[in-house]
């Protein structure tokens, strides 16, 4: 069967898991790769607060004869029994789970939700539109589909190595003007060489594969004259090729752009960093550097495959601070062989430098990870992931723990969870602290208030109303810009 409208969906979350909406750069691509094979698409981003009677109404108007699903691991019942609701009532819909999760259990997933089709796993650019064309299922690279009932992976997806090839999402059909903050994000590489055990590399692939720096600099420049001046690198390797940064780093400066906001918010190497590359970075218009620190301890860094000592990550946070950046750190509490006393390690590293945010992370096996597969074979677990999936409150940033080990038992990861809570306000309150020194004592009430729980809950509370997302978002950035200066 051939399909030529398809309707595209992002599901929704709740607003622990990511407070603002952010604009879906998976489904970004998939949907510049149907417009350029001449199919009609529609976009659905149920984040922006709509229903399930809202998307029956798109689907109402809109007919789409195929719907595609990105998907994570959190939350998966929601999206499960949104897939069953929708075949209950468009039972002739064809119906495809993609992205980290389907990519994470492939053929698994139809077992659990009867409502699939299709689960396609990999990079869907071009076995979406495969399955667009009808093309047999058995010769699709990534699909896993049923034959006489029973569930199947097919041909294994290959990975894109000409990302150039792809362009870049224009994210025509998206609701640009709702997402509160005016940023793009940019996917300037695939894949990741290293094997962190809390990570399900399978997902993007080990061989990491790069965009050109001029595709970069067309991307940014075609935003920049709709009017967008802050952009988010939404991988965890963009400085991972030092030659190539540096090339991005010379284009940009060299177009003159103004104004210029670069956000590296989803982590970057401690040990892929120096301090030429970083003050090249400074220069080309980077304001934000979020390292994947995850521990303090290297007998922990190597227990978790990290690929990288604490003396590495200390020298990359203090460059980078010295160099003015806003620097966040991430840290996760919990992982194997780690002890309390590990963790009082990762505080004390988060405190040495001025850093302007530092999170520490409730660690969670994610299906698909090696680390997932050694708290099951050790029977570790403490709640069953079906449960910690699918909680409403995000349980990365839980206090509870969702397992432990003979080292570091359930009371005392709980206790060292709240312990880090704290270390986490009092990092962004003295940042704030050092941003506004003429506000005193008045300053210093103000933001032990605004660093509570209760006002962080209410400004979730806030933020998922549209209007007062975009007036908060402004406000943030307006702080965020004196943060920058």
Known sequence: MKYTKVLLINPGYSRTYFTLPVLPAGLGYLSESLRQNGLEYNIFDMSLGYSFAGLKKKIDYFKPQLIGISCISYMLKNTYRMVSGIKRLYPGITIVLGGPHASSVKEKALRECAGLDFVLSGEGEFSLIDICKGQDPKKIKGLAYRIDSKEVSGVPNDFIED??????????????????????????????????????????????????????????????????????????????????????????????????????????????????????????????????????????????????TVSVMDKAIKEASELGFFVSLFFLVGSPQETAEDVEKSIQLALKYPVQYADFFNLIPLPGSELYNWVKTNRYFVRHPDEYLNARYHPARSVRPVFETPEFPRAERARMLKKTRKVTKKIKRDALLDNFPKLGAFGKALFWVYCTDQVENLEKRMLANEFLRKTIGKFRMNLRNIFYK
């Open 163 to 308: 990302l150039d090839g792809l362009g870049f999402p224009k994210y025509r059909g998206f609701e640009l003007d709702r997402y509160g903050y005016k940023m793009i994000g940019i996917v300037t590489s695939r894949g990741c060489p290293y094997s962190c055990i809390y990570c399900s590399c399978n997902v993007i692939g080990k061989k990491i594969r790069f965009r050109s720096p001029q595709s970069i600099i067309n991307e940014i420049g075609y935003w920049y004259d709709k009017g967008y001046r802050e952009f988010g690198i939404q991988e965890d390797n963009p400085t991972f090729d030092r030659k190539r940064m540096l090339e991005i780093c010379d284009s940009l400066i060299k177009q003159g752009f103004r104004d210029l906001k670069l956000m590296c918010g989803n982590g970057v190497r401690a040990d892929r960093v120096d301090r030429e590359l970083l003050e090249k970075m400074k220069e080309a218009g980077f304001k934000r550097l979020a390292f994947g620190i995850e521990s303090g301890s290297d007998n922990v860094l190597a227990a978790i495959k990290k690929g990288a």
